[in-house]
């Protein structure tokens, strides 16, 4: 809803409602995002309204990180004063309004080393159970944060006492759990849990590449603050940008709930007011609009376990087991996702293409597997195989395709190179009479490719899997020092018919517990999976890998999101309809 610039005045920006969009923001994106530029550059920055008395204080000077970041007077956070001190009651943080609840956030810089205990202050004080972190405590060698909390047992800070009680790990954000507890002989004494929700993934240039991760994490922020407690306090490094970013969307998010329409520029525009320079740059403003398309388009497709079931009969269509509309309609919304031809240059060069078994299906320049140029030849670092996130652990599988006669040796090169204990095969060498793959290991004895030699060391078959052990072996030129050797297992999958998918989940089942199993014994570097062309039936035992994991960890899964997130990193993955209903039949006979 943008209107032509009036002599009278700057140009308005009104609400959107949610119908529009998608079109809004296609207008807005167009010409390098000219017109989102515009409209950020319109709003005001906060710094008009506001006096900054007491940020200014020499006595609070050195409290602040930066100089030009400081919070409004009249809508800073006030602490108790310390022993009659008249300058102990400041610390760089500013109360913020949610969509329609007063004081929602409080938006706060990271704590430097000598504002810590005023921090864990402000959390005993403002009553806080919900800490969000949006940086890292360095970027790009710099300091962003001090660390104000222990890794673990307890540490005093002032007068706060902070115990950490539990850390989980996840891909994309850590929840760590905190007792605190004040010392000071009076007030209020019970032990207080406080939770924070440290986010990971921003990059240190720019924002997140996709909303998805920062959307989980919001969810996460939402159900674990409790209905009764004091305000929300997140924190960046300088507390405007990422800070402001996240606090928008979580505001927005309740207003499309609420009026089914947006208002980005006037929701920036008052929460400048409370803290100046919210929202920070036009790719974070940006970024807020394509976290909100994101969320309106796919909306909330999470689902507890024991709703699994009631949830397949919807997908289905309660008349027939046949009548797969709501499947069909969840799957047309992943294929919808574009694929960035721009981003596959590498891939595209005609030297590359050549190493392509199906030339739709190549790697993301920004996570494809690069191995070691060889000397004096070009284009030798490429190999046609993507970095994968796996549920704990960025970067945890390798997807790739079966090598060819002319790619083997690069495909050793890579698990060489990249320390792969694992590979997981999930084609036959040969099917229906076509090459699928090159049969990449000697059936007995050894076989060199270029300066690795593979020796099969033993082949056991176990229902429909063969396991095969290979001694590893890279030569080193003569004079070196001397050759190294590296055990790899391969888990070869036998239970894929050669049209269609597996009659039952039980062999995906076991063949992900026991791939698991052997990671947890050889330390957690990547696994390399691969099919034919290493996107359908590759996208789907990693979409299983990382659903039955987190079903295992949260009891929640996301089918859809699962796979959606596996898209964006390499095409295809999750190739057809029939291997999509089969994530569901898995999960299903996994947890039945």
Known sequence: MLLSRSPSGPKKYFPIPVAHLEEEIRVRSADDCKRFREEFNSLPSGHIQGT????????????????????????????????????SDYINASYIDGYKEKNKFIAAQGPKQETVNDFW?????????????????????????????????CWTYGNIRVCVEDCVVLVDYTIR??????????????????????????????????PIGMLKFLKKVKALNPAHAGPIVVHCSA???????????????????????????????????????????DTQYTFIYQALLEYYLYGDT???????????????????HFDKIGLEEEFRKL?????????MRTGNLPANMKKARVIQIIPYDFNRVILSMKRGQ?????????????????????????PLAHTVEDFWRMVWEWKCHTVVMLTEVQEREQ???????????SVTHGEITIEIKSDTLSEAISIRDFLVTFNQPLGHQEEQTRVVRQFHFHGWPEIGIPAEGKGMIDLIAAVQKQQQQTGNHPITVHCSAGAGRTGTFIALSNILERVKAEGLLDVFQAVKSLRLQRPHMVQTLEQYEFCYKVIEDATG
């Open 52 to 87: 900054f008395e007491l940020a200014n204080k020499e006595e609070n000077r050195e409290k602040n990180r930066y100089p030009n970041i400081l919070p409004n007077d009249h809508s800073r956070v006030i602490l108790s004063q310390v022993d009659g001190t008249p300058c």
């Open 121 to 153: 202050r402000m959390i005993w004080e403002q009553k806080s159970a919900t800490i969000v972190m949006l940086t890292n405590l360095k970027e790009r060698t710099e300091e962003k944060c001090s660390q104000y909390w222990p890794d673990q047992g």
């Open 177 to 210: 759990k905190f007792c605190i507890q004040s010392q000071l002989p009076e007030g209020c004494k019970a032990p207080r849990l406080v939770s924070q929700l440290h986010f990971t993934s921003w990059p240190d240039f720019g924002v997140p590449f996709t």
């Open 239 to 281: 507390g405007v940008g990422r800070t402001g970013t996240f606090i928008v969307i979580d505001a927005m998010m309740d207003m499309m709930h609420a009026e089914q329409k947006v208002d980005v520029f006037d929701f920036v525009s008052r929460i400048r007011n409370q803290r100046p320079q919210m929202v920070q740059t």
């Open 302 to 320: 999470e689902l507890d376990v024991s709703s699994l079931e009631k949830h397949l009969q919807t997908l289905h269509g309660s008349t027939t």
């Open 335 to 343: 294929t919808n996702v574009r694929i960035m031809k721009e981003n």
């Open 378 to 402: 070009e284009y030798t670092d490429y190999i046609n195989a993507s970095f994968i996130d796996g549920y704990r652990q960025k970067d945890y599988f390798i997807a790739t395709q079966g």
């Open 435 to 445: 090459d699928k793959c090159y049969q990449y290991w000697p059936t007995e004895g």
